[in-house]
């Protein structure tokens, strides 16, 4: 695992802004296409808004990357709530990402049915390949969620679906995640954490011991691929 501290979450979303367009137009040096899977929540917004103006929009090459999402908040597409719209807001509308490079969770359909049909959607493309995504983007909750895997959730155990759908009381609404195995069979993965109030977390989660049930951020161990995590000094106050 690699761990990269920038000063605040500005410099954070400037660093990771360059280095993500470095790795992308590293792998397409040899292959045509990247599927590159984008985190929801508030901390990528400005990630996202850094890549879609220059000198990335120039630098990077929209039209062979496929867009994919770690998860979905199961709400309609115009709520501010839903992952994919504020993707969409801040870079993929931006950029001008062409309509069949972009695979939503969809949201208009029973949460059960839009996770099968995920599933199927990736199982098709990816076929019979070993490594799933080229990159993973993910957030981590205060509470150490990452994806919509939540602590105490029967989905932080899931083995062998790569798509579920649950409900999370909490929040009273749906959610429809990738599971741990399929995140954990891509290239490279790349955790983005701001902000005090997940610094405690964030120690537990990195050096505390294995607890995935209250801490489903630990579930995210790339089998062959690399494991970043990228975050602000006050989120990584509490490391050793
Ligand atoms: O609910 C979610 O939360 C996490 C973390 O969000 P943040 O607001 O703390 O950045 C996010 O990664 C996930 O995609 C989202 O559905």
Redesign the pocket.
């Known amino acids: 695992m690699e761990l990269h501290i920038a000063k605040d979450p500005q410099q954070l979303s400037e660093n990771m802004a360059a280095w993500i367009s470095n790795y992308i137009l590293e792998v397409l040096q040899d292959q045509e296409r990247f599927t590159f899977v984008?985190?929801?929540?508030?901390?990528?917004k400005q990630l996202y808004t850094l890549l879609a103006r220059e000198p990335y929009l120039e630098m990077i090459p929209w039209k062979k990357i496929h867009f994919f999402?770690?998860?979905?908040?199961v709400v309609p597409f115009d709520d501010e709530?839903n992952?994919a719209r504020m993707a969409y807001e801040t870079l993929l509308t931006p950029v001008g990402v062409p309509a069949e490079n972009i695979h939503v969770m969809r949201t208009d359909m029973l949460p059960e049915v839009s996770a099968e049909a995920y599933e199927k959607l990736l199982q098709e493309y990816f076929n019979d390949s070993a490594v799933t995504f080229d990159l993973v983007l993910?957030?981590?909750?205060?509470d150490g969620?990452?994806?919509?895997l939540f602590p105490g959730t029967a989905v932080v155990k899931e083995q062998k679906a790569w798509v579920k759908a649950f409900f999370l009381p909490a929040?009273h609404m749906y959610?429809v995640?990738l599971t741990a195995p399929v995140v954990n069979r891509a290239a490279c993965v790349v955790f983005?954490?701001?902000?005090a109030g997940?610094a405690v977390t964030l120690k537990n989660v990195i050096e505390g011991t294995f607890n995935a049930e209250q801490f489903p951020s630990q579930l995210i161990r790339p089998q062959d691929g690399e494991l970043h995590w990228f975050v602000d000094e006050a989120a990584a106050g509490a490391l050793e």
């Open positions: 984008l985190s929801g929540g508030s901390t990528p999402w770690g998860d979905e908040r709530r992952n993910l957030g981590m909750g205060d969620h990452t994806l919509s929040q959610r995640t983005m954490a701001t902000g997940k």
